[in-house]
């Protein structure tokens, strides 16, 4: 199969390269991908330079990136055989894992793997799976949210867009905060601009209470800003930050009796995986979740991909491969 792939770590133009490597058979309870479509997220960026000090390459050789849609055409044993020739999405390809869906096949775990319904395009089957199951994960973890408040910061990202359409879906009323011009949000009852006001703003929408849940993706820049925002009870579930060692209010937090949940991906529950892949397939069904793309590129241009993701030229959208068909 044709693959991409880094044997070491740094710059994309200097790493990545492309060529033939033999395609990987699924094993137990695996399915394999014939793939259309490749899904980049920070995170697969992220692996490829050396983050948080890990310079060392976890394995000889990785074929990067977790998301992607295409066709199952293979079955390990114990894999349910309805899959096979099924179209569907997937996550966590390159999970722990050395061989993710930058090539023209993958193999993921059989509860990685969601069904791609016919109205829903290769194309968004590739956007679907980290911000979907982060976004699931950040609004869902803590129980319900039907009749409570929940905020989104940054509600035009990938994550930020699906955890608006998640709790839409779930009965709560959506706060979304988004930079510049507060346009329109799908799923999201109200859009506010970020600024020196906004605490201001929640209070007047919340009548003084606070909101419920929060879905955070600056932990670092938000999180004091975020402790006067909670309700009593309230969540603060964050997903990124830009300071590894950002500092806690602790007391405002405290006296709030908050919960703060900080997510990895790569070690969300299987079942939680199973809910999450479920309830994102079927806002995609329903059109509840559709990410805008910037950009697609084909396998050969896997740098010029990364460097887009790195530098974002085209403002909010998916940058996506484009597989050989």
């Known amino acids: 199969m044709r693959a991409a792939w880094y044997e070491k770590k740094g710059p994309a133009a200097k790493v990545l390269e492309t060529g033939e490597m033999d395609a990987p058979v699924p094993g137990p309870g695996e399915v394999r991908i014939r793939l259309r479509y490749s899904g980049i997220n920070p995170g697969d960026v992220k692996k490829r330079r050396p983050w948080l000090g890990a310079e060392q390459m976890p394995y ?13 055409d293979l079955l390990g044993p114990g894999t349910p055989a309805e899959l096979l020739g099924r179209r569907v999405w997937c996550s966590y390809a390159q999970s722990y894992r050395p061989f993710g869906t930058a090539a023209e096949y993958t193999t993921v775990p059989a509860h990685c793997v969601g069904p791609l319904p016919d109205e829903v395009g290769a194309e968004q089957g590739a956007c679907l799976g980290i911000p979907g199951i982060t976004a699931h994960r950040a609004v869902f973890a803590d129980g319900p949210v039907t009749g409570r408040t929940v905020l989104v910061a940054g509600g035009r990202g990938a994550v930020g867009r699906s955890a608006v359409a998640l709790a839409a879906r779930g009965g709560a009323r ?47 820049a938000n999180v004091t800003l975020d402790a006067e925002l909670l309700a009593q009870g309230g969540t603060l579930a964050a997903y990124a930050t830009a300071e590894p060692a950002s500092p806690l209010p602790f007391w405002p937090l405290a006296f709030a009796n908050a919960t703060v949940r900080l997510l990895g991906y790569d070690d969300f529950p299987p079942d939680a995986v199973r809910a999450a892949i479920k309830d994102v397939t079927a806002a995609a069904a329903a059109d509840d979740l559709r990410h805008p793309i910037a950009e697609t590129f084909g396998l050969e241009a896997i740098a010029a991909a990364h460097e887009a993701l790195e530098h974002p030229s085209t403002g909010h959208g998916r940058i996506l491969l484009s597989l050989p068909s």
Do not use: K, Q, Y
């Not at 050789?61 to 998301?67: C, F, G, L, Y």
């Not at 346009?183 to 929408?205: F, I, N, S």
């Open 174 to 220: 959506v706060i979304a905060t988004v930079t510049g011009p507060p346009e329109p949000v799908p799923g999201a009852d109200h859009v506010l601009t970020a600024g020196d006001d906004l605490a201001d703003r929640v209070r007047d929408l919340t009548g003084g209470r606070g909101v419920d849940r929060i879905v955070e993706v600056a932990f670092d």
């Open 60 to 72: 000889p050789r990785v074929v990067p990136h977790n998301d992607g849609s295409g066709v199952v």
